[in-house]
């Protein structure tokens, strides 16, 4: 039973273009989600990050939107750089229940195209 | 900033063998979190730890110890490697019930299992 899912494997977007990538979750206890980007070879770093009293958050070119109703969140990388090429991961977790673990995604591997 | 540092970056080791995987952070977190990734499965826990000596089985213990003697040093030991335990090795930690459930990771370790 996979309780945080990213359905698509890879995205490749242009240059400049956005960047959508999704994640659906299952689990109504989860209260807090983050992206995390890794980089080949790299441990993966914390990007962004939402609770669920939010719909949105937003830190320079990266945006979070989270739809509690459809138990769905997404990151917009707007303008999308080669840079930015790298496995994004969804992770969520239930504070009130199990503070400091998280579960993640299988991670998306995004490619910037110039 | 966090540091979390892996004793190796690349290990190879033959089936039976006993391996220790090393981390140490330095940011006095509570929670340390031993993951393994895996192409098309993403981050999977194997187990975590939230105080000295304290530890608690994740999603896939099986063939897999650990051992927490000091705040700061989380070990995942393979007690007999076998060729499925080939993987990339990534150690996290966190403050236990911070304001956000942000996870710092080291660099990993790309284990082979020959």
């Known amino acids: 039973d996979q309780q945080v899912k990213q359905n698509s494997p890879s995205l490749s977007v242009q240059e400049g273009r956005i960047s959508i990538l999704n994640c659906d979750y299952t689990n109504s206890m989860f209260d807090y989600f983050l992206w995390y980007k890794k980089y080949p070879a790299e441990g993966p770093t914390f990007l962004i990050s939402?609770?669920?009293?939010?719909d949105k958050n937003e830190d320079g070119r990266f945006t979070v939107f989270l739809n509690k109703s459809a138990k769905h969140l997404s990151l917009h990388i707007v303008p999308s750089q080669p840079g930015d090429s790298a496995v994004y991961f969804c992770?969520?977790?239930?504070?009130?229940?199990?503070?400091?673990?998280?579960?993640f995604g299988d991670g998306t591997t995004l490619t910037v195209k110039p | 900033d966090v540091k979390v540092t892996q004793s190796s970056r690349y290990l190879v080791k033959r089936t039976g063998e006993k391996v220790f995987l090393e981390c140490v952070q330095d940011?006095?977190?509570?929670?340390m979190f031993w993951y393994r990734q895996d192409p098309g499965l993403g981050l999977r826990l194997i187990y975590f730890s939230y105080d000295v000596k304290m530890k608690e089985k994740g999603d896939i213990p099986e063939g897999y110890s650990v051992s927490r003697e000091k705040k700061e040093r989380f070990s995942l030991i393979l007690e007999s490697a076998s060729t499925n335990q080939t993987s990339m090795y990534l150690c996290?930690?966190?403050?236990?019930?911070?304001?956000?459930?942000?996870?710092?990771f080291g660099p990993g370790t790309r284990l082979t299992v020959l």
């Open positions: 939402i609770s669920s009293i939010k």
């Open positions: 992770a969520a977790s239930g504070r009130s229940t199990n503070a400091g673990k998280s579960t």
């Open positions: 940011m006095d977190h509570e929670n």
């Open positions: 996290a930690s966190s403050i236990l019930a911070g304001d956000t459930d942000t996870q710092y």
